[in-house]
């Protein structure tokens, strides 16, 4: 089965682009790897616990527990809208996962692993963790996204982390899977050393934080919010779980087969603390999971921020462009573990380009033609030419580019490998000219070969786009009424002349209608009026 999920949402805002890309690209991935014919078991959920949700409750007057219930709605809200088709939901206050959290507290405090101390050091309350002298800047301060910072001076649990560098670094030495893209390893590795100079403080006490799971061995404290997430993906993974639980069968999802989270927390938490805690919990090197690093959207170079208001909200862009072109642009205009800017106008302009010009076009021109001059009804075609061998030549490359950039995660080039063989329809259409050819009676079974190559090839492309625009792809399909005649196959069985002579198609109407702009919506309303 391939395992796959997401980084929990924080619940003390609402979601942001940031959110929506990273669940956008994990669906993508998991539509396809279902498309392959694999079996796909796809996690996210929410991170619920800690002290920014207990001050953020506290400045509202409402419980945590309700504080994070009306955020998580809200992100809830916006996968639905976004058709984020996930089969598990994960919540760090659920019962299943607080049960499991306590487990392995236990288990790691009989093997000697946790131990209790006093310390005494710098602590941001916005991250909630200590702070050390390399997180200074050049003039010796500590930034702005450490938030407020304070002293503190209190005992808690540690965690043993530094048994575990000298097998750490060895693992990710030798591993290729385990974190991607390969320059993610090096920067993971130059971070290794200075991570283990101490270890890692894994509880808070209760009369600074009460919000979070309590040790099991001592009910003075609840768990370190980042070692209690982190578990999320075993425990909903069904690992420790009762029977009857509802949770799925361990053994046939772990290890997980894609671990996608953003390149802010690579380091330390998931390229560092977590294969060290599944390793001191007795996981080995080959059930360890496999990490993909994405980068972020930033705006003009600069990281959205709350301070500076540059901050873009999901829900605004789907209201204002529909949830399949927020979709296509999140995977379009980025290379998987690059950043990239966003820019709205960008989107639409990728958006009315690729799809509603290119794709729609294609798709509508070649539909209405079959219905002008066959009467709905695809004709044999006999014979071949040199044009139309190079179009098949074109669609048999474009599926092959797009199988193995898929699979390597590349959505952005594997969409380019598509949009190519869009070019290479309208540009067979240019050539070929179906328009003249119905007018000559001699040239009718040159018009049936055009035909049937560009219908031939919109049936592939819609059916190939339906992990990124699940419901284009179905009106594709459906418009061409051949969504049976693809349901038994996947993108490796794909073969020419899946639409048989005979088959009848349906009246086109508009898959990807242009997105206007005011002044041109403006214009239009003008235009009608008179």
């Not at 290379?335 to 709205?344: E, I, M, P, V, Y």
């Not at 079959?370 to 004709?379: A, N, Q, V």
């Not at 002579?501 to 239009?524: C, D, M, N, V, Y």
């Amino acid at each position: 089965m391939y395992y796959i999920t997401t980084a929990i949402d924080y619940t003390n805002g609402k979601p942001h682009i940031g959110h929506a890309y990273e669940k956008v690209l994990a669906d993508v991935l998991a539509r396809w790897h279902r498309m392959m014919g694999e079996e796909v078991y796809f996690l996210t959920g929410v991170d619920q616990h800690g002290q920014k949700v207990q001050k953020s409750a506290e400045k509202e007057g409402i419980e945590p527990q309700e504080y994070t219930d009306n955020v998580t709605r809200k992100f809830l809200a916006l996968w639905e809208r976004l058709n984020i088709s996930y089969d598990g939901w994960a919540s760090t206050t659920d019962p299943r996962h607080k049960t499991c959290v306590q487990k392995i507290l236990i288990d790691l405090h009989d093997k000697g692993l946790l131990y209790k101390k006093s310390y005494k050091g710098i602590y941001s309350v916005r991250q909630e963790q200590f702070l050390t002298d390399k997180e200074r800047g050049e003039d010796g301060q500590f930034g702005p996204e450490w938030g407020e910072v304070i002293e503190i001076e209190e005992e808690n649990w540690y965690f043993k982390l530094t048994e575990q560098a000298q097998w750490l670094k060895n693992f990710i030495t030798s591993s290729d899977t385990f974190v991607q893209p390969a320059d993610k390893k090096v920067q993971l590795l130059n971070a290794v050393d200075q991570a283990f100079e101490w270890d890692l403080c894994i509880s808070r006490p209760k009369n600074r934080l009460s919000w979070g799971i309590e040790l099991p061995f001592d009910p003075e404290f609840v768990t370190y919010v980042w070692f209690d997430a982190l578990i999320n993906y075993i425990s909903f993974a069904g690992y420790l779980a009762e029977e009857g639980s509802g949770l799925p069968n361990f053994a046939k999802l772990w290890p997980a087969g894609c671990e996608i989270i953003g390149k802010d927390i690579l380091v330390p938490a998931h390229g560092i603390y977590w294969p060290a805690m599944l390793h001191a919990i007795g996981f080995p090197d080959e059930a360890m999971p496999s990490l993909l690093v994405h980068g972020w959207w930033n705006i003009n170079n600069e990281k959205m921020s709350k301070s500076i208001g540059n901050v873009v909200d999901p829900n605004d862009l789907v209201n204002a462009f529909g949830a399949e072109a927020v979709r296509y642009y999140l995977v379009r205009d980025i290379t998987t573990g690059k950043d990239a800017n966003f820019d709205a106008d960008r989107l639409k302009m990728i958006y009315n380009t690729e799809l509603a010009n290119d794709l729609g076009n294609l798709c509508n021109r070649s539909l209405n033609m079959c219905l002008r001059y066959c009467e709905g009804t695809l004709p044999a075609a006999a014979g071949d030419d040199e044009a139309s061998a190079a179009l098949r030549e074109s669609l048999a490359a474009a599926e092959r580019k797009f199988i193995d950039l898929m699979n390597g995660n590349d959505v952005s080039e594997a969409l380019a490998a598509l949009n190519a063989h869009v070019g290479a329809c309208n540009g067979y259409i240019e050539q070929k000219q179906p328009w003249a050819l119905a007018k000559d009676p001699e040239k009718s079974e040159e018009l049936a070969r055009v035909l049937r190559h560009l219908l031939e090839s919109c049936a592939h492309i819609g059916y190939l786009l339906a992990c990124v625009l699940p419901d284009a792809s179905a009106r594709i399909l459906d418009q061409l009424q051949a969504t049976e005649l693809f349901a038994a196959l996947t993108p490796a069985t794909l073969q020419w002349d899946i639409l048989p002579a005979g088959h009848t198609i349906q009246a086109p109407s508009p898959i990807f209608p242009r997105i206007l702009s005011e002044e041109e919506k403006a214009k239009l309303a003008a235009k009608a009026k008179k």
